[in-house]
């Protein structure tokens, strides 16, 4: 092992191999090597410039006389023995370390005949790109949070292998949060996998050329997401007529249709912030325009909306059908992704369709400027980029490729190239662009996207998984997340079952980053507007799902829970200010407000909405009664203004009218 020092860098040489390990912000690390000749200085999700960190590098050896060298930056040190395995410290303590069993070395552990190196690369037959895999040893008794979003009931991620993918409904935003003290960013797009074992921690890379994770320290969750947001960026902040009620389903059908929701919420006295013209109300998947037979006159509707202070939201889809007017031209101008292997399809729901590929600049451009010309020009608003992982036909990432490089290599950064179509273009118009996407990866925050957690079912253990869901992304960076209230596939709306998921769902929904009505509602039976095969007529459409659409007891429950959102507009402002100024999500876990609070890390069916309502969601069928951890302090019950002493576990009903919030009493 070769050591020398670059402008505060430790830089080390072994085998073909570069390691960089440099100071990156206060108190953090970020670590790179290669079997390249030289390092990219490809950014990835570390966008920020960060002040010139004084780091200290100091090389020398071991008692045994092998070479070693350190660098420190702040509370955080990283030392590299002779065989390049590296250590992390934090304050002096070992927190982290990477996992070695081959022979020699200082470590007792790491002098095994197992042959298990700490890096290991494999070349990808035929290509220039490694399949890489960094073990690390497992922390007993750690926990780990973030990572994005994953449908399963675990809040906690330690024992679980995670796919770095994006799919319908699973978010890859690979930042983690440990106990021990500091976070971690995996900064590779590229599509693998990660273990965190009881044994080992493994991360994959299915095909890359370059490793590259960035570590920092801190006391509390708070810090470290502030640090990490620090270097990746934060949330813009959300403009404050966003924050209400937005209204969506699956579909309004025309322009006739969309205006009588409107007025009918406006007669109702019920302010609506967005309503939301879902998909196929255009002629075909990659025109990009209205279907005029069922929007004749869109700026007239618009300018309606836009009277009675509603924004308008279209959906815009990645994918573009081969018989699109677009198709052709934008696959001549090599816009499209391309497959390796077969027939040119990526996507083939309701058409023969290939997606689009934004890593290219001259895609960004032609499709804004269709999208523009169709749907700003009429003063449509934002934009709910739907698909946006992509949604493939098959999950076959190694047959896609985008003009960058194979999609293996950096396919989960599609959703945040998707999203700067939009952003890019409609940045600095006198008003933050906030448009709706399916998913993201680490720094997407930045980009004025709102995450909603995909097409989830309808059911309440779905519900209680998008609440890890929700709070993970959150610990990722991410906090503008959302979900479909009551889920997204709905068999029948008169389902007594469906009703209750709809109110509890509705009432979780109040306290999050965004209440947003959507779900796709059965049953099927409404007439198609006509029967060509084509256009804004022939796709089926979902019951109706306004506030008023499940019964007069239920709309009663949820204009409360509106009302009761509306009276919390200067605190919601607060907490998306927080977002902006420290990347703080809008909804947190227990131990992000209570870190010394060790009970606080085992509760996992509850939360804060920032930090003073404590809220405890019903998340099961026919549940109307629960338990409640209160951290120390005291703590109103919001329904009945009962006081209760925290530092104790307290059983509160939860008739269907009330979910349990606990409001944080200051001075008694």
């Given at each position: 092992?070769?050591?020398y ?14 390691l960089?390990?440099?100071g ?17 200085d490809?950014?990835?999700a ?21 070479p ?13 023995n002779f ?7 934090r304050?002096?303590a070992?927190i982290?370390r990477?996992?070695y ?17 700490n ?17 690390f040893?497992?922390?007993d ?24 993918a994006?799919r ?9 949060v440990?106990s ?14 990660v ?10 890379a299915r095909?890359?050329k370059?490793m590259?994770y ?18 990746s960026?934060?949330?813009p ?29 406006k ?5 609506i ?22 929007w ?22 990645p ?12 696959t001549?101008?090599?816009?499209l ?9 990526t ?18 451009k ?8 169709n ?8 934009f ?6 992509p ?7 190694e ?18 190239m998707?999203?700067?179509?939009f952003?890019?273009?409609?940045k ?11 998913c993201?990866?680490?720094?997407s ?27 993970n992304m ?10 479909d209230?009551?889920?997204?596939m709905?068999d ?12 509890r ?6 306290f999050?980053?965004v ?32 506030l008023?659409s ?16 509306i009276a ?19 909804i947190r876990?227990?131990?992000?407000e209570?870190?010394e ?14 930090s ?8 099961r069928?026919?549940?109307f ?19 209760f002493?925290?530092?104790q ?8 009218e009330?979910?349990?919030v606990?409001?944080?009493?200051a001075?008694?």
């Amino acid at each position: 092992m070769i050591f020398y020092e670059d402008n505060g860098a430790l830089i080390a040489k072994r085998q073909g191999e570069t390691l960089r390990i440099e100071g990156w912000g206060a108190d953090s690390l970020r670590v790179r090597a290669t079997m390249q000749t030289e390092l990219s200085d490809e950014a990835w999700a570390l966008t920020e410039a960060v002040p010139a960190q004084a780091a200290s590098v100091t090389i020398g050896r071991e008692a045994d006389g092998n070479p070693c060298a350190e660098i420190v930056n702040g509370r955080l040190k990283a030392t590299v023995n002779f065989a390049g395995v590296l250590s992390f410290y934090r304050d002096g303590a070992l927190i982290l370390r990477e996992y070695y069993r081959s022979y020699g070395g200082t470590l007792s552990r790491e002098s095994r005949c197992l042959k298990v190196v700490n890096r290991e690369w494999k070349g990808v037959p035929g290509g220039s790109e490694y399949k890489l895999k960094v073990l690390f040893e497992s922390n007993d008794g750690e926990k780990l949070y973030g990572m994005g979003q994953y449908q399963q009931p675990y809040l906690d991620l330690k024992g679980c292998t995670l796919e770095l993918a994006q799919r319908n409904s699973q978010i890859s935003v690979p930042f983690l949060v440990s106990s021990f003290g500091y976070g971690m960013l995996w900064n590779n797009p590229a599509v693998g996998s990660v273990t965190f074992g009881k044994n080992i921690t493994e991360w994959n890379a299915r095909a890359t050329k370059q490793m590259d994770y960035w570590l920092t320290v801190a006391d509390t969750p708070k810090e470290i997401l502030a640090s990490y947001t620090g270097v990746s960026g934060r949330a813009p902040m959300f403009p404050e007529n966003l924050m209400g009620l937005w209204q969506c389903k699956l579909r309004y059908r025309t322009q006739d249709e969309v205006l009588e929701v409107a007025r009918r919420y406006k007669a109702e006295g019920i302010k609506i912030d967005r309503i939301v013209i879902d998909f196929f109300h255009w002629t075909l998947q990659g025109d990009w325009k209205f279907d005029k037979t069922y929007w004749p006159d869109v700026k007239a509707m618009v300018d309606e909306l836009h009277e009675m202070g509603i924004e308008v939201m279209v959906s815009v889809w990645p994918s573009v059908d081969r018989k699109s007017e677009n198709f052709y031209p934008m696959t001549e101008l090599g816009l499209l992704i391309r497959t390796e292997r077969g027939a040119q399809q990526t996507y083939d729901y309701q058409g023969d369709c290939v997606e689009i590929d934004p890593f290219n600049p001259a895609t960004r451009k032609y499709v804004w400027e269709k999208c523009k010309q169709n749907y700003a020009s009429l003063g449509i608003d934002s934009f709910w980029l739907d698909n946006s992982e992509p949604d493939y036909g098959v999950y076959d990432f190694e047959n896609y490729r985008y003009c960058i490089g194979p999609a293996l290599t950096c396919s989960n950064m599609y959703p945040q190239m998707y999203s700067r179509i939009f952003w890019d273009e409609m940045k600095g118009g006198g008003k933050t662009p906030v448009n709706l996407l399916r998913c993201a990866w680490a720094g997407s925050q930045k980009y004025g996207n709102v995450v909603w957690s995909g097409d989830v079912p309808s059911t309440f253990e779905a519900f209680a998984d998008q609440l890890q869901c929700g709070l993970n992304m959150g610990l990722a960076g991410i906090p503008w997340w959302t979900t479909d209230i009551g889920g997204f596939m709905t068999d029948d709306v008169n389902d007594p079952y469906f009703r209750q998921l709809l109110i509890r769902w509705y009432q979780f929904a109040t306290f999050s980053a965004v209440l947003r009505m959507h779900g796709d509602r059965g049953p099927y039976d409404i007439p198609a507007l006509d029967d060509r095969d084509w256009g804004g007529g022939y796709l089926h459409t979902g019951q109706p799902n306004e506030l008023w659409s499940y019964g007069e007891d239920n709309y009663r429950i949820m204009r409360n829970y509106y009302d009761i959102r509306i009276a919390m507009k200067d605190y919601i402002v607060s907490l998306y200010n927080e977002a902006s100024e420290n990347g703080s999500p809008l909804i947190r876990t227990m131990f992000y407000e209570f870190p010394e609070d060790g009970r606080c890390w085992q509760v996992t069916d509850q939360y804060m909405f920032g930090s003073r309502y404590l809220v405890a969601p019903i998340l099961r069928h026919n549940c109307f009664r629960r338990d409640v951890y209160l951290p120390a302090g005291s703590w109103k019950l919001t329904s009945t203004g009962d006081v209760f002493v925290g530092g104790q576990t307290v059983t509160v009903d939860a008739p269907i009218e009330y979910m349990p919030v606990f409001e944080r009493v200051a001075g008694v």
